[in-house]
C-alpha cells in the first residue's frame, strides 16, 4: 500500500494555513477527502476572482 505524497499533504496544508489561516491541528483533523474539496474550492474561487480582473 502507497501512502500520499508527502510533498502533496505538506502543499495542501501550506495553502489551507495560508487561505484560511487554520492551524496544523484544524487541518491534520480533516479527513483526505474533505482536504482536497477545501483545496478544491479555493483554487476555484481564486480562479474566479483572477478571470475578474482579466477584463
Not at 2 to 12: A, R
Not at 24 to 44: F, G, T, Y
Request: charged share 25%; hydrophobic share 40%.
Amino acid at each position: 500500500m502507497t501512502g500520499y505524497p508527502l510533498d502533496w499533504l505538506n502543499e495542501e496544508m501550506a495553502f489551507l494555513a495560508y487561505h484560511f489561516h487554520w492551524d496544523l491541528n484544524q487541518i491534520m483533523r480533516l479527513e483526505h477527502a474533505d482536504r482536497r474539496r477545501w483545496v478544491q474550492q479555493i483554487s476555484d474561487l481564486n480562479d474566479q476572482v483572477n478571470s475578474l480582473g482579466e477584463t
